[in-house]
Nanobody
Framework: QVQLVESGGGFVQPGGSLRLSCVAS??????GAWFRQAPGKEREFVAA????????YYADSVKGRFTISRTNRKNTVYLQMNSLKPEDTAVYYC????????????????????WGQGTQVTVSS
């Protein structure tokens, strides 16, 4: 059984930082990603990383502020979020797809097989 468990969300003031973690169990050799959903909006892509960690992808809105990384030994994908803005407020979801089953685009939700429950990030003064 595959499980993705996010942690690290919370409340932070504008300009602050948070680091999200996504620990996976029951899966290996997978691409990982973060999506987010703000109140009243559709879920959107944030960042993705290949299983090797060699390639990363970012939404334009977070480039230069967010960094996705992974530690395969710990089966964990991270999202370091710096210079946070109120518009970054959302529930952040971790997603994963096994290399063998990947097709399409890292930027789209249907490409991913498994999802976490989400962690709330609130940026406000």
């Amino acid at each position: 059984q595959v499980q993705l468990v996010e942690s690290g969300g919370g409340f932070v003031q504008p300009g602050g930082s948070l680091r999200l973690s996504c620990v996976a169990s029951g899966i290996s050799n997978y691409a990982g990603a973060w999506f987010r959903q703000a109140p009243g909006k559709e879920r959107e892509f944030v960042a993705a990383i290949m299983s090797s960690g060699d390639s990363t992808y970012y939404a334009d809105s977070v480039k230069g502020r967010f960094t996705i990384s992974r530690t395969n030994r710990k089966n964990t994908v991270y999202l370091q979020m710096n210079s946070l803005k109120p518009e970054d407020t959302a529930v952040y979801y971790c997603a994963a797809v096994r290399d063998l089953y990947f097709s399409g685009s890292y930027y789209t939700q249907p490409s991913y097989e498994y999802w976490g429950q989400g962690t709330q990030v609130t940026v406000s003064s």
